[in-house]
């Protein structure tokens, strides 16, 4: 009892001086030396672990279709998990997408790094992989003030260099156990993608989509969050259907300073 006790405070106080340490950071520091780096050990998540989740998660954003997909969620009383890419197909610093980013978080989504470029990082070195991991964390952290723990590798590629980048900055890989395909298929199909999920009756499911496709974002999202929502799943965030915490750390997102841009931030492959 003492010792659970006295063990929930020492876990506290390490929590509490990490991310201050963390906060002091300047944007450049050393990578996998601090603390806040190596508060979660690196995992790689295919599944949800809770019963009756159903993660919807949403890759390749901020895009104009999030506000689509936050609304549609929310309405439901649920929950989404978007995962942002940072450099390619206009800059997250930009002020829309910026924006989008806040707005997700704001909401109670749960934000995710979906790397900055969306390179295969199976293909990258170390120090190629730190920048594709770090530059997008950076950005969701000064944007929202909160420090992801959860990063979605482009494509699922990822190899045992990948897992360790991913332990050492204290991120975990997730992946899905149910693909949309809303990238190649059109709506109907999709549809009943969703349909026949549904009906074989999984515990939980962790479901991948794509914000930027307009049918998909605006027609079966929607179509799909009724049917899971009426067969009696709970719409929660990645982290929910994880019980895992969704950030290392949260704070106060920073003001907008000449350190908001994309430039030089490209990985050099
Ligand atoms: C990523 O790179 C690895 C290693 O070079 C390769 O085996 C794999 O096919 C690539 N995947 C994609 C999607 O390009
Ligand atoms: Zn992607």
Redesign the pocket.
Known sequence: MFGSILRTLTVGLVAASASVAAVQLPPHAPRGTSEHYRRTPGQVVTKCTVPNTVALTFDDGPWVYLYDVSKALIAAGGKGTFFFRGGADGCIYNEAQAKRVKYAYDKGHQVASHTWAHL?M??LNWDQLHNEMWNVEEAIWKITGAYPSFVRPP?G?YNPTVVEAARARGQTIALWDFDSLDWSLDADSIKKRYKDLVDSRPSNVNALNHEVHQHSAQVVIPYAIDILKKAGYKLVTLAECLGQPAYQFTGTPAARDASWTCEGKATKV
């Open positions: 295969n199976s293909s494509y590629e």
